[in-house]
């Protein structure tokens, strides 16, 4: 269980709904920020084909990817995790 909003407990979401939220917040901090994947591969020192796979929900980052990832989505890792929470919120189960 993880801790939820007010202290509640919820379930631990699958790996792969974990890696589709990801992906989600990904591609639209991206857009946000106006960059193409490109772009943001040269940003985050990533190739860009990975940057698709993990905006597809096909990969599931390391913690040293997150980082440049994050880093180059101009976030704090810990925001990038927490917009991918807040997408996990809004799909429905």
């Not at 007010?6 to 979401?13: E, S, T, Y």
């Not at 599931?60 to 996990?88: F, K």
Request: hydrophobic share 35%; no cysteine; net charge positive.
């Amino acid at each position: 269980m993880v801790r939820g909003g007010q202290g509640k407990a919820r379930p631990v979401p699958a790996p792969a709904d974990f890696q589709r939220a990801l992906g989600a917040a990904v591609q639209k901090r991206r857009k946000e920020l106006g960059l193409t994947q490109e772009q943001l591969s040269l940003a985050a020192t990533l190739h860009q084909r990975w940057i698709s796979n993990v905006e597809n929900g096909g990969r599931n980052p390391s913690y040293a990817s997150l980082r440049r990832l994050a880093s180059g989505l101009d976030l704090t890792t810990s925001e990038l995790i927490r917009r991918a929470e807040a997408v996990e919120g809004e799909e429905p189960t």
